[in-house]
């Protein structure tokens, strides 16, 4: 299928690593220029280079917390004008609902869902005054089913998924789409450091902590950054123009619902 992006251009936040990379990676394979985001330089650049040899497209860096408000500014200074954003940020740290006090809730929502609204509210005018743009956000399937160790996550991604139900039905006039995607567990950095305190709390061997929670999963694996890019790429392309405010799971099952 030819997506119809070729000689676009996206920003991909948080995407020198996992997620992020894979959805740059995808796009990239559909010949879409980038401006891709991380904190760290090293890893960032490393990406970038490899993404160019890989698939030949422009890929511009910005090295940046994209969480402040001073990151933000710059990766959107140097992403004027894309036609594709995809907005990520690390994930709160884990806890009880015990452990967490208003600066901590807040740090959450700063990162998790005012970010990509702050984001949305630069880029998208440009997307609706040029007639076509696509946004996806990465969330979490917690937004359909809690995760209780992520009360910090729970919160700010369901501020994040009521904003662009309303946000998504007053841009999609101007051929401009916003949708989340929600990874449930992917075989990331992430992944493996939940696994790394569900196997501290509990005195068992990574090993463990990993077939403990597959078994979780009806697919009995964690997903790929390929599986999760190639599905950012399908909702960035042409073909997915009446798909809007539309949270799909990358969940290998793993929620247990009907719909
Ligand atoms: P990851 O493997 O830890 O990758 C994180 C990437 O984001 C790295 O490139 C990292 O680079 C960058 N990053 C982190 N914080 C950043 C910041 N403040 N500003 C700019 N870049 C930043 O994470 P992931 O597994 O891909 O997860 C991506 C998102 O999906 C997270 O919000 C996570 O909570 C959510 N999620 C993941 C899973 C999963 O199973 N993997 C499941 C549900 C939800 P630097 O560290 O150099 O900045």
Redesign the pocket.
């Known amino acids: 299928m030819n997506y119809g992006i070729t000689g676009k251009r996206a920003l991909v936040?948080?995407?020198?690593?996992?997620?992020?990379?894979?959805c740059a990676e995808a796009l990239a394979a559909e010949g879409v220029n980038l401006v891709i985001?991380?904190?760290?330089t090293e890893?960032?650049e490393a990406?970038a280079a490899e993404i160019r040899a890989a698939h030949g497209v422009e890929v511009r860096t910005v090295a940046?917390?994209?969480?402040t408000q001073e990151?933000q500014a710059q990766v959107i200074e140097a992403a004027q004008d894309v036609d594709i954003l995809v907005t990520?940020?690390?994930?709160?740290p884990p806890g009880l609902w015990t452990d967490w006090d208003r600066d901590d809730f807040i740090a959450a929502l700063d990162?998790?869902m005012l970010t990509p609204i702050a984001l949305m509210k630069a880029l998208l005018p440009g997307m609706m005054e040029r007639g076509w743009g696509r946004v996806v956000n990465?969330?979490?399937?917690?937004v359909k089913s809690p995760i209780p160790v992520l009360g910090l996550?729970n919160s700010a991604r369901a501020g994040l998924t009521g904003y662009v139900a309303g946000t998504s039905r007053q841009v999609a006039p101007h051929g401009v789409t916003i949708n989340n995607l929600?990874?449930?567990?992917?075989?990331?950095?992430?992944?493996d450091?939940?696994d790394r305190g569900v196997s501290e709390q509990q005195g068992i061997s990574m090993d463990e902590a990993r077939a403990q929670r597959q078994a979780t999963i009806p697919a009995r694996r964690?997903?790929t950054?390929e599986e999760f890019g190639a599905m950012c790429a399908f909702l960035c392309s042409d073909k997915a123009g009446f798909i809007v405010g539309q949270n799909i799971l990358l969940d290998g099952g793993a929620v247990n619902a009907t719909l």
């Open positions: 936040c948080a995407a020198s690593k996992g997620l992020g990379r894979g985001n991380a904190r760290g890893a960032l990406a940046a917390d994209i969480t990151g990520n940020a690390g994930g709160p990162a998790n990465i969330t979490s399937q917690s996550s929600l990874p449930g567990i992917h075989a990331t950095d992430r992944a450091s939940l964690y997903g950054a």
